[in-house]
């Protein structure tokens, strides 16, 4: 019910935007969630959206990536910026409910030297 997009190749210091569009209607969302998970490595949290718009990201994006949201659209972003070697992963869109969770299948990421 998740589809997300946009990843590709880019090489360090670009940009790309990666969106997670939503087929039908999800009730009671919490959380609006990007992950990732690098080769070898567990998944980890990047960054989060509420549903009352408070913003949190991981460390390691912290003023280079920005989430965002277009409730109409039913669609989340994730705009990442001066992106670094170590972005390399494949990234998850998860949406947390008062009902469970939905994740996206995930779209890769490779940043290139």
């Not at 990047?46 to 718009?53: E, H």
């Not at 277009?70 to 409910?97: G, H, P, R």
């Amino acid at each position: 019910q998740l589809q997300a997009s946009g990843g590709g190749l880019v090489q360090a210091g670009g940009s790309l935007r990666l969106s997670c569009a939503a087929s039908g209607s999800i009730n009671g969302i919490k959380v609006r969630r990007w992950y990732r998970q690098a080769p070898g490595k567990e998944r980890e949290w990047v960054a989060a959206i509420m549903t009352s718009g408070l913003i949190n990201y991981a460390d390691s994006v912290k003023g280079r990536f920005t989430i965002s949201r277009d409730i109409a659209k039913k669609t989340m972003y994730l705009q990442m910026n001066s992106l670094e070697l170590e972005d390399t992963a494949v990234y998850y869109c998860n949406i947390n409910t008062l009902y469970g969770d939905y994740w996206g299948k995930g779209t890769l990421v490779t940043v290139s030297s």
